[in-house]
Nanobody
Framework: VQLQASGGGLVQAGGSLRLSCTASKRTFSSLTMGWFRQAPGKEREFLAVISRTGGSTYYADSVKGRLTISRDNAKNTVYLQVNSLKPEDTAVYYC?????????????????????WGQGTLVTVSS
């Protein structure tokens, strides 16, 4: 499975962005999809995960309310809407995928849960 993230860029604080991640496989609907980010000098951080159908989501407490994960299985794409951007949101944003079906909970915050990773898209928030 190849994942291609896009949609990053330079944005002013308070603005919004919608990141996209497109998968190569026609079996996209069998993938649980997640988003992570890594800020300069920091470890990779879990943001959100969405179930195969999109009917279930799970968010990190630190971003709940500002981020929305969604997917369009017809387009093999998962999205991450980020609102009220802050300079501390500056990071490389990664999408990740796994074929495992399981209840979405804190275990999906672990990087090792995912077998497939995109290359990342850089988001820079200016103050």
């Amino acid at each position: 499975v190849q994942l291609q993230a896009s949609g990053g860029g330079l944005v002013q604080a308070g603005g919004s962005l919608r990141l996209s991640c497109t998968a190569s496989k026609r079996t996209f609907s069998s993938l649980t999809m997640g988003w992570f980010r890594q800020a300069p000098g920091k470890e990779r951080e879990f943001l959100a995960v969405i179930s195969r159908t999109g009917g279930s989501t799970y968010y990190a407490d630190s971003v709940k309310g500002r981020l929305t994960i969604s997917r369009d299985n017809a387009k093999n794409t998962v999205y991450l809407q980020v609102n009220s951007l802050k300079p501390e949101d500056t990071a490389v944003y990664y999408c990740a995928a796994d074929f495992t079906w399981a209840l979405l909970d804190i275990t999906w915050a672990g990087e090792t849960k995912y077998d497939y990773w995109g290359q990342g898209t850089l988001v820079t928030v200016s103050s």
